[in-house]
């Protein structure tokens, strides 16, 4: 995976100039990507804006034909231009507020829209991507891309470009009827630009830099947040609120220290622009006079480009203003195309086998597996699992026990060599067809927002209520569902419906009964249960794992005993298979393990 293509390197300010080019495309493209559908509202917003500039730029020649021509032709009695000026003034003023009102609200909506989109498009994206992703991506930045960086375009989008696009335009149009009154004076607007453009070129180098430090920084400190809130628990139990603080504090005073220094490039910008204004004003006063003064230049026309003048460089404040915001969402722009160009590691094969009426068959050929491009974990093996059969997998930590669950359930795809499922190869399968033969329960037991039944009922979302209390009872569920305050109408995260960590996994193992698979992998799923609630689950294991394959992974050796065949994993490599008598009767690692077991068991 290219370090530019995703969001896995944070720190894109490091990217040399081609790179940068291409992240800069990549994240127009999404930009306009976005709009495309709105570009009805687009070209109304645009025209709006257009008729508005044009109403609000007159005045000073309106004015310059009233002094110069209107009130001259009255003097004489002809009342006609100054009435036809009058009128035209008139009708701009007018029309300058709500024609910029219509602008606003049509701009508002256009960026709603867009904002919509996006959002949803980074919420079915990241949904989409695969386990491998989530693994490597703190939950903290995908926030930020979701929360922060979105909200970062949101100001933009409804108040900075729309700044922007007007103030560029009042630019542009100001300078025109300075150049349309008189070109002397338009010569001296030009002069005064280059100073700007120089200071603005070099505002746009440094504060470039800054705000996507920012980003980086800011989408840390939601990390960090989020990281202690969430083992606030392991935060309580070793007194680490000290240490947490001066960790967080650290990331604050970055962010602080690094917006202060956005901070000060704009109080430098903001009085050199202000400077070169009232400067450019006072040449235009002195030059106009002077031929005023020999005739050469009537006095209308002088007022009107004072004013003019004056004016050109009042949006450039505007425009400067909103610049940072330009900064911080291009910035958060390309984070979130990033993450956007992100591609799944597991896609479906394109001409997929339907897998009807699955028997649970897991057959293993030559397969040899690895995380990423990272070292081998798995080292070639071959490994037949019948049908119905119900193998539990052991091992020390890391031995690589759970890789063969997330192998079998498409988590993760093999690095060489076949895995099949009822003898087609589990590549070839609709995600479909997948997930209605396989389930895994892990020792992660979440629940979502709602009731006990509806989490129950993810199982199979079509389940009566009969099924769901059938899947609950035969995993020793229904009894404490029964107890609490609304029974399976409980909210799970009401005061009075929270469930102890036991309680959830075993409304996780009912979720995975009720969708009766033909595989059922349980990864550690007994670890939350104490021995009252894990004899229980076992004899709805026994129960329910009797026409379908299951292979349990597993630290507790109480849990091995209701299997037909154990696997010992060790450092990558199956070293032991067979029964869990015919293992102990070998003598080897199994036995050494399950001796402890009993040891600790005080047998």
Same mark, same amino acid.
């Given at each position: 995976?290219?370090?530019?293509?995703?969001?896995? /390197?944070? *720190?894109?300010? +490091?990217?040399?100039?081609?790179?940068?080019? +291409?992240?800069? +495309?990549?994240?127009?493209?999404?930009?306009?990507?976005?709009?495309?559908?709105?570009?009805?509202? &687009?070209?109304?917003?645009?025209?709006?804006?257009?008729?508005?500039?044009?109403?609000?730029?007159?005045?000073? $020649?309106?004015?310059?034909?009233?002094? @110069?021509?209107?009130?001259?032709?009255?003097?004489?009695?002809?009342?006609?231009?100054?009435?036809?000026?009058?009128?035209?003034?008139?009708?701009?003023?007018?029309?300058?507020?709500?024609?910029?009102?219509?602008?606003? =609200?049509?701009?508002?909506?256009?960026?709603?829209?867009?904002?919509?989109?996006?959002?949803?498009?980074?919420?079915?994206?990241?949904?989409?991507?695969?386990?491998?992703?989530?693994? /490597?991506?703190?939950?903290?930045?995908?926030? #930020?891309?979701?929360?922060?960086?979105?909200?970062?375009?949101?100001?933009?989008?409804?108040?900075?470009?729309?700044?922007?696009?007007?103030?560029? $335009?009042?630019?542009?149009?100001?300078?025109?009827?300075?150049? !349309?009154?008189?070109?002397?004076?338009?010569?001296?607007?030009?002069?005064?630009?280059?100073?700007?453009?120089?200071?603005?070129?070099?505002?746009?180098?440094?504060?470039?830099?800054?705000?996507?430090?920012?980003?980086?920084?800011?989408?840390?400190?939601? #990390?960090?947040?989020?990281?202690?809130?969430?083992?606030?628990?392991?935060?309580?139990?070793?007194?680490?609120?000290?240490?947490?603080?001066?960790?967080?504090?650290?990331?604050?005073?970055?962010?602080?220290? /690094?917006?202060?220094?956005?901070?000060?490039?704009?109080?430098? &910008?903001?009085?050199?622009?202000?400077?070169?204004?009232?400067?450019?004003?006072?040449?235009?006063?002195?030059?106009?006079?002077?031929?005023?003064?020999?005739?050469?230049?009537?006095?209308?026309?002088?007022?009107?480009?004072?004013?003019?003048?004056?004016?050109?460089?009042?949006? =450039?404040?505007?425009?400067?203003? !909103?610049?940072?915001?330009?900064?911080?969402?291009?910035?958060?722009?390309?984070?979130?195309?990033?993450?956007?160009?992100?591609?799944?590691?597991?896609?479906? *094969?394109?001409?997929?086998?339907?897998?009807? /009426?699955?028997?649970?068959?897991?057959?293993?050929?030559?397969?040899?597996?690895?995380?990423?491009?990272?070292?081998?974990?798995?080292?070639?093996?071959?490994?037949?699992?019948?049908?119905?059969?119900?193998?539990?997998?052991?091992?020390?930590?890391?031995?690589?026990?759970?890789?063969?669950?997330?192998?079998?359930?498409?988590?993760?795809?093999?690095?060489?060599?076949?895995?099949?499922? @009822?003898?087609?190869?589990?590549?070839?399968?609709?995600?479909?067809?997948?997930?209605?033969?396989?389930?895994?329960?892990?020792?992660?037991?979440?629940?979502?927002?709602?009731?006990?039944?509806?989490?129950?009922?993810?199982?199979?979302?079509?389940?009566? +209520? *009969?099924?769901?209390? $059938?899947?609950?009872?035969?995993?020793?569920?229904?009894?404490?569902?029964?107890?609490?305050?609304?029974?399976?109408?409980?909210?799970?995260?009401?005061?009075?419906?929270? =469930?102890?960590?036991?309680?959830?996994?075993?409304?996780? !193992?009912?979720?995975?009964?009720?969708?009766?698979?033909?595989?059922?992998?349980? *990864?550690?799923?007994?670890?939350?249960?104490?021995?009252?609630?894990?004899?229980?689950?076992?004899?709805?294991?026994?129960?329910?794992?009797?026409?379908?394959?299951?292979?349990?992974?597993?630290?507790?050796?109480?849990?091995?005993?209701?299997?037909?065949?154990?696997?010992?994993?060790?450092?990558?490599?199956?070293?032991?298979?067979?029964?869990?008598?015919?293992?102990?009767?070998?003598?080897?690692?199994?036995?050494?393990?399950?001796?402890?077991?009993?040891?600790? $068991?005080?047998?």
């Amino acid at each position: 995976m290219s370090e530019v293509r995703g969001v896995a /390197n944070e *720190d894109l300010i +490091r990217l040399d100039a081609d790179e940068r080019k +291409r992240v800069r +495309r990549r994240s127009w493209k999404l930009l306009v990507s976005l709009a495309a559908p709105n570009k009805a509202l &687009l070209i109304l917003a645009a025209v709006l804006i257009v008729l508005s500039t044009i109403a609000r730029t007159s005045f000073p $020649l309106l004015i310059a034909w009233a002094i @110069d021509w209107a009130l001259p032709a009255a003097q004489r009695n002809d009342w006609v231009p100054l009435a036809v000026v009058g009128g035209l003034y008139l009708l701009a003023s007018c029309a300058a507020g709500p024609l910029l009102g219509w602008y606003e =609200v049509t701009s508002k909506r256009v960026s709603q829209e867009m904002l919509l989109d996006l959002r949803l498009r980074v919420f079915r994206h990241t949904q989409r991507l695969s386990l491998e992703f989530h693994e /490597n991506y703190t939950s903290g930045r995908i926030i #930020s891309r979701q929360t922060s960086d979105v909200e970062t375009l949101r100001e933009f989008l409804d108040q900075g470009l729309t700044a922007l696009v007007s103030g560029v $335009l009042f630019v542009v149009f100001t300078g025109a009827s300075i150049l !349309f009154l008189d070109g002397w004076s338009f010569l001296v607007v030009i002069v005064a630009s280059i100073p700007i453009a120089i200071i603005f070129r070099w505002y746009q180098k440094r504060s470039e830099v800054l705000y996507r430090e920012s980003r980086v920084v800011s989408a840390r400190l939601i #990390s960090t947040f989020m990281e202690t809130m969430t083992g606030i628990r392991a935060v309580k139990a070793f007194r680490r609120e000290a240490e947490n603080d001066r960790a967080y504090e650290d990331v604050a005073m970055e962010y602080r220290a /690094n917006s202060i220094k956005s901070i000060n490039l704009f109080g430098v &910008l903001q009085p050199s622009l202000v400077v070169i204004g009232n400067l450019t004003v006072a040449a235009v006063l002195l030059f106009g006079g002077l031929r005023v003064i020999n005739g050469t230049l009537l006095v209308g026309t002088l007022v009107a480009l004072l004013l003019a003048s004056k004016r050109v460089f009042s949006p =450039v404040d505007e425009i400067a203003n !909103f610049y940072s915001s330009l900064q911080s969402a291009t910035a958060a722009l390309e984070k979130v195309s990033g993450l956007l160009e992100e591609e799944p590691t597991i896609v479906e *094969d394109p001409e997929p086998i339907a897998l009807k /009426n699955a028997k649970g068959r897991i057959e293993f050929k030559n397969v040899e597996f690895g995380y990423g491009a990272g070292p081998t974990v798995m080292e070639q093996f071959d490994l037949t699992i019948p049908a119905g059969q119900t193998v539990a997998v052991v091992g020390q930590t890391g031995a690589g026990k759970s890789t063969l669950a997330k192998m079998v359930a498409r988590f993760y795809d093999v690095r060489s060599g076949e895995l099949t499922i @009822d003898s087609v190869p589990i590549k070839k399968l609709t995600a479909k067809d997948l997930r209605r033969a396989v389930v895994m329960v892990t020792q992660e037991a979440f629940l979502f927002s709602g009731t006990v039944a509806d989490n129950i009922a993810l199982g199979k979302p079509t389940a009566s +209520r *009969d099924e769901i209390i $059938l899947a609950a009872r035969a995993v020793g569920a229904h009894e404490f569902i029964e107890k609490l305050p609304d029974g399976y109408d409980t909210d799970v995260n009401k005061r009075g419906g929270r =469930v102890s960590a036991g309680q959830r996994q075993l409304i996780s !193992f009912a979720r995975a009964f009720l969708a009766d698979p033909a595989i059922l992998i349980l *990864d550690e799923a007994t670890s939350s249960l104490d021995l009252p609630s894990e004899r229980l689950v076992q004899h709805g294991l026994q129960q329910l794992l009797g026409n379908r394959t299951a292979i349990i992974i597993a630290h507790r050796l109480s849990t091995v005993e209701i299997a037909d065949r154990v696997l010992v994993v060790h450092d990558g490599k199956i070293v032991e298979d067979g029964s869990p008598a015919e293992l102990i009767a070998q003598g080897g690692r199994y036995a050494a393990l399950d001796q402890a077991w009993q040891d600790s $068991l005080g047998r």
